[in-house]
């Protein structure tokens, strides 16, 4: 009997911290953003190897009303790249805006979860005056795994979705959310 009680509030209090996460959160990550081939559809021979290969960032806003179920806005800044080649100064800029829906497979304070939804990206790419500004939506999505006491959530997660005139985007990130009731 002495171990029931023990026992009993490990559980209850369990089961309040996993019930926390549900609500609206907000958080950032570091991430880690690869951009391949940028310009290759006005290459010229020399920009195959241009990329923006940066450490960045992005913001991450939700809402998650269900254990297994939540919707998230994200803002990432994908980075910047000056290079000179063949005598021209180039450079690049990207961010994009995602809606995703998220599915989570919760396995005590760990998520499993996969991602999915539209990108709206934004590139600028500058080659010895030459100015090419680009925009378009995607599909993307990604996998990723949480960590969860409470209401602050730890996060590593990979994503990916197309850019045109590009190899598109690769993304690995490592975040923080805190969830309000």
Do not use: C
Not at 6 to 29: E, H
Request: aromatic share 12%.
């Amino acid at each position: 009997m002495r171990m029931l009680f023990p026992a009993l509030g490990l559980l209850l209090f369990g089961t309040a911290a996993q019930a926390a996460d549900n609500g609206i959160y907000l958080g950032a990550a570091a991430i880690q953003a690869k951009l391949d081939n940028v310009g290759e559809d006005f290459d010229t021979g020399n920009l195959n190897d241009f990329e923006i290969d940066n450490t960045s960032w992005k913001l991450i806003g939700g809402f998650r009303p269900l254990d297994n179920f939540a919707v998230e806005l994200n803002y990432i800044d994908l980075g910047d790249e000056t290079r000179d080649i063949a005598g021209a100064r180039l450079s690049a800029d990207a961010k994009a805006y995602a809606a995703y829906a998220v599915g989570f497979f919760p396995i005590g304070p760990i998520d499993l979860y996969a991602k999915g939804g539209l990108v709206r990206w934004e590139t600028e790419f500058n080659a010895a005056g030459f100015r090419l500004d680009d925009d378009g939506t995607e599909f993307g999505y990604g996998v990723g795994v949480q960590a969860r006491l409470g209401s602050l959530g730890a996060r590593l997660e990979y994503e990916q979705f197309d850019v045109d005139n590009t190899d598109g985007v690769e993304m690995l990130s490592l975040g923080v959310t805190w969830t309000f009731l």
